[in-house]
């Protein structure tokens, strides 16, 4: 009960690390807001101004300084303890986490092989939101999209990305007129959009002006939030999509998709392996490790062998 709220400790110690409320967070993935109002709750909480708020930045104040030692002794405690705890787990155990989309387009339907070559391997997949810290959480690997930095991780190159139109071979069955043969003739086309929920996501209109189109399209088409709700649309024959490549591959190889238009977008985005710079390797994840990167490797030499395409440059 003496406690202050736990949340708002775990945002003042990553304040307190940055002295600066937008790079906390951008290591919690919460908005700017959410930080400051966690750290006016925690100041309100103990009747005490935690940081000076300055021209420059921020700086700790003497109850500040006090309360960083106190709150960065105590999670390291946790964090070395939930160390002990994974280190002394079954040998065989390793756990990997993606997001749902890659678990759900790329990951699954590749998984067997690994559990086949590895049936001493107990895997346990974690398919949600970002974690920030692997290491507190228990992950062994993660698999993350962006631009190969995140902080206390070593990351390794996985899977490039490219950018193009998908759609149902039902959809192009069922419109009326002749198909799109150039980027502009997608104006007329209806587009599914997925809401602007992350900055390494390509958009239509980023799209469309890489291939010279500037005009907006013509029709309002369909908004998503959520990566699986847009595909399945897609593959229901409701309108047209950008895909992933690498997300998209199995869904072109079998047919159930389709590509309207030969162009494509490089992505200075890309999949990443990773894991906590400050953990070793279990040899269950060295198994995992060395497998996912031959099939990476594999998967990208099955995405190289397509028709001529008219590729954009990298999409920033």
């Not at 600066?20 to 101004?49: K, M, P, Y």
């Not at 079954?90 to 989309?101: C, F, K, M």
Request: proline letters at 5%.
């Amino acid at each position: 009960m003496r406690l202050p709220p736990l949340n708002a400790l775990v945002m003042f110690e990553a304040a307190a690390r940055h002295l600066n409320f937008t790079r906390t967070a951008d290591e919690l993935r919460v908005t700017q807001a959410a930080v400051s109002r966690q750290i006016q709750q925690l100041e309100d909480h103990l009747g005490a101004e935690l940081f000076y708020r300055q021209a420059r930045g921020l700086k700790l104040t003497r109850e500040g300084l006090r309360l960083q030692s106190a709150v960065s002794i105590g999670l390291e405690n946790i964090a070395n303890a939930a160390v002990e705890i994974r280190q002394s787990r079954g040998e065989s155990e390793v756990t990997v986490s993606t997001s749902v989309a890659f678990a759900s387009y790329w990951l699954m339907s590749r998984i067997a092989k690994f559990r086949v070559a590895h049936p001493e391997v107990e895997l346990r997949l974690v398919a949600s939101s970002p974690v920030a810290d692997l290491a507190r959480a228990g992950i062994d690997l993660a698999v993350r999209y962006g631009r190969g930095r995140w902080p206390a991780t070593t990351a390794e190159h996985l899977l490039d990305n490219e950018i193009y139109p998908i759609c149902a071979p039902s959809y192009l069955q069922t419109r009326v007129g002749p198909p799109p043969r150039s980027p502009s003739d997608l104006l007329g086309e209806t587009l599914l959009h997925l809401v602007e929920f992350d900055r390494n996501w390509v958009t239509w209109n980023t799209w469309l002006k890489r291939f010279g189109v500037t005009d907006a399209p013509r029709q309002r088409g369909l908004e998503f939030d959520n990566y699986l709700v847009l595909i399945q649309a897609v593959l229901d024959g409701q309108g047209i999509a950008l895909g992933g490549g690498r997300l998209a591959d199995d869904f072109l190889a079998r047919g159930a998709l389709i590509r309207p238009l030969k162009e494509t977008m490089r992505s200075d985005s890309a999949f990443y392996l990773l894991h906590p710079s400050e953990l070793p390797i279990s040899e269950p994840a060295q198994l995992f490790r060395d497998w996912i990167r031959r099939e990476a490797r594999e998967g990208e030499r099955v995405a190289s062998m397509v028709g001529p395409r008219r590729v954009a440059g990298v999409a920033r």
